[in-house]
């Protein structure tokens, strides 16, 4: 079991302030276990075992924001998520994707919150300028490796040498009773024949927006990406029981975005 400890408070990308008659006093802890067990949390979903995927055991907490930018305001709002919060305790531990093709979203960012966070409901709300920057957003906890490994599997360890880095962000939702067999799908080695990605993990939620499973794959250049793109076309022609077919028995919802990195 890794180390515990209380995180200092952390701001994560901003979220609707909370407002009540009476005093609104909540602590919401989150401790992250080599192995999990949230079943009354997780909207009737039972939590799967901490799992070695594609980027490690699942030891640490992430918070995952999702961003759509209002008319006009996507430049100004891609500046705002690239600063960590003035109070954050490892502000260089987040990645901002931003979308070039998929779902509706503009920006992914992924924040490292360590083994154990603190989220206070009195916290100061965002101001109405940052809130005005967005026409919606979703906010999740999920867990997933070791900064360590999220860092090597996303090439930002040494973030000078990826730049030209193609990504593709993946949310999933299981069909009845193929929890565990798509966590299991979604984590086995690549074929190699088909892809060369040169990094990929799977985050798994715990509280908030209504995906199972995130998955972010990373390839060296978009030229890359393309020929595994032709390669991956062909191969469904020759198989039709494993990858995409094999996916689709295992999900009842699932969205694929196509990102460049816009931080750091």
Same mark, same amino acid.
């Not at 901003?14 to 192995?35: D, G, R, W, Y």
């Given at each position: +079991?890794?180390?515990? &400890? ?17 005093? %609104?006093?909540? /602590? ?7 192995? %999990? ?26 918070? @995952? ?7 006009? /305001?996507a430049k100004e709002l891609g500046e705002e998520l690239k600063k960590p919060a003035p109070?954050?305790? +490892? ?6 994707? *931003?979308? @070039?093709?998929? =779902? ?12 154990? !966070? ?31 490994? &999220?860092?090597?599997?996303? #090439?930002?360890?040494?973030?000078? /040498? ?5 990504? !593709? @962000?993946?949310?999933? *939702?299981?069909? $009845?009773?193929?929890?565990? $067999?798509?966590? /299991? ?13 040169? #990094? *990929? ?6 509280? #908030? $927006? ?13 030229? =890359? ?5 032709? $390669?991956? @076309?062909?191969? +469904? ?7 995409? &077919? ?13 990102? =460049? *990195?816009?931080?750091?």
């Open positions: +079991m890794p180390p515990t &400890f209380t995180a200092p408070k952390i701001q994560t990308p901003p979220v609707e302030p909370l407002t009540s008659t009476t005093k %609104i006093a909540m /602590k919401f802890m989150i401790q992250i276990l080599i192995a %999990i067990g949230l079943t009354p949390f997780v909207f009737a979903q039972s939590s799967s075992p901490a799992s070695s995927t594609g980027g490690g055991a699942r030891t640490d907490l992430y918070h @995952v924001h999702f961003a759509n930018a209002a008319t006009g /305001k109070d954050a305790a +490892m502000p260089n531990h987040l990645i901002v994707l *931003r979308h @070039v093709d998929g =779902d509706s979203w503009d920006y992914c960012v992924i924040t490292h919150l360590g083994t154990k !966070v603190t989220i206070e409901a009195n916290r100061p709300a965002p101001s109405s300028s940052l809130m005005g920057l967005y026409a919606a957003h979703t906010d999740t906890f999920a867990s997933g490796p070791s900064w360590t490994e &999220f860092a090597k599997q996303l #090439g930002i360890d040494d973030a000078s /040498k990826t730049k030209a880095a193609a990504y !593709v @962000v993946s949310i999933y *939702r299981p069909a $009845a009773g193929q929890r565990e $067999a798509l966590d /299991k799908f979604l984590n086995e080695p690549p074929d190699r024949a088909t892809d060369s990605s040169a #990094g *990929r993990l799977t985050l798994q939620h715990m509280e #908030g $927006a209504a995906w199972t499973f995130l998955s972010v794959q990373r390839w060296n250049s978009w030229a =890359d990406y393309g020929k595994d793109n032709i $390669a991956s @076309v062909a191969q +469904m022609g020759r198989n039709q029981q494993g990858g995409w &077919f094999k996916l689709r028995d295992l999900v009842s919802f699932h969205t694929d975005t196509l990102c =460049d *990195r816009v931080a750091p």
